[in-house]
């Protein structure tokens, strides 16, 4: 009975263990959203009323889901609608940010945010990199 109680306990070690590392990765688009997007869409994604557009059932998201990657990587210039509302306040890109980055972002927004309306793949957001003009 020795061996199946050291399998046993080893199995529960290996499982904790694991279990942190997927813990502190699931918080990882939280930080990088705090650290990267919330000073202009503040913490709870509603943005500045008027200039900085929201996150929060964004349409605009939902609708570019696409290429949100490039867009977070390279910015936006120029007017946007969201929500039926205008915005024209540039968003600088963050060029920095790795494809792991930009996935953990985009599904930290889906989670909290609910925008977009799908989680994102890292394989999808390597495909939108890839493609970006």
């Known amino acids: 009975m020795g061996l199946p109680k050291k399998k ?3 199995f529960l070690w290996v499982s904790i263990a694991l279990a942190g590392c ?13 650290r990267h997007c919330a000073s ?9 009323r008027g200039i900085i557009p929201p996150l929060v059932n964004s349409d605009y998201t939902e609708k ?6 490039c867009l977070i990587r390279q910015g936006i ?3 946007i609608m969201v929500n039926g509302r205008q915005y024209n306040q540039d968003m ?5 940010l790795t494809e792991a980055d930009l996935t953990n972002i985009i ?14 793949s890292l394989g999808e957001i390597r495909e939108q990199i890839k493609n970006c003009p």
């Open 8 to 10: 046993l306990l080893f």
């Open 22 to 34: 997927f813990t502190q990765r699931g918080d990882e688009g939280e930080l990088l959203y705090g």
């Open 40 to 48: 202009c869409h503040l913490e709870n994604g509603e943005g500045l």
């Open 64 to 69: 570019n889901r696409d290429i949100l990657a």
């Open 77 to 79: 210039k120029g007017p």
């Open 92 to 96: 600088p890109g963050n060029p920095r």
């Open 107 to 120: 599904n930290y927004m889906q989670k909290e945010f609910k925008s977009p309306a799908e989680r994102v």
